[in-house]
């Protein structure tokens, strides 16, 4: 992750950079995938799953297609301030104070937006959850944070997860993930450091359930 943007001529480039990204993600979606894997669905990670990256990581899929698999880590907190590592965009950012997510290890120089709440009603992008939206366009942010109730109803996330065609499936089948359905509550857990721990035991439950039948 940058420790600033870069200032002068490059705020037009980094500014278009993101709109161009942000437009790529959430308008291109190709032809429905034969996974399983719906677009909102948590990915939680093995305990024995060996990438660095996605140690007792929570994914949540934005987007499963025959083009791949994009999503974000959602246990990912770190302690910077979005608009000091962004700068050309702290005007946009204004008066908000939640922390920037790591998204994950693709594209960290880029942000996404989670909007739940009033601040919903101005976004374009897609509900990839129920309630919840995802947002790229640096131009609607003024309006999501004057209409968000801070943290509870925006995060940032700089950079994303990105499976290619399949790989994603294959992962799953070796044991990789356990998948659960997303809800808006979970997307905005105030407790991350917990999330994965609650979540985990939750797919354990699930499975020794369906074991019992």
Known sequence: MPESAANGPAHTRRTAWLTLFALALLCSAGPAAAAAVADGTLLIASPDLEDPNFTHAVVLVLRNDTNGTIGVILNRPTTLVPAKIFPDLAASIGAYTGKLFRGGPVASARLLFLVRGLAAATVQGPEVVEK???????????????LADG??????????????????????AAGGWQTQPATDEIVFEANLTALWDKLT??????VAAADAR
């Open 132 to 146: 919840v939206f995802l947002a790229g366009d640096p131009e609607a942010l003024p309006d999501i944070v004057r």
């Open 151 to 172: 943290t509870k109803d925006l995060r940032m996330y700089a950079g994303h997860a990105e499976w290619m065609p399949g790989q994603l499936d294959r992962e799953i």
């Open 201 to 206: 035991k939750r797919s354990g439950e699930t």
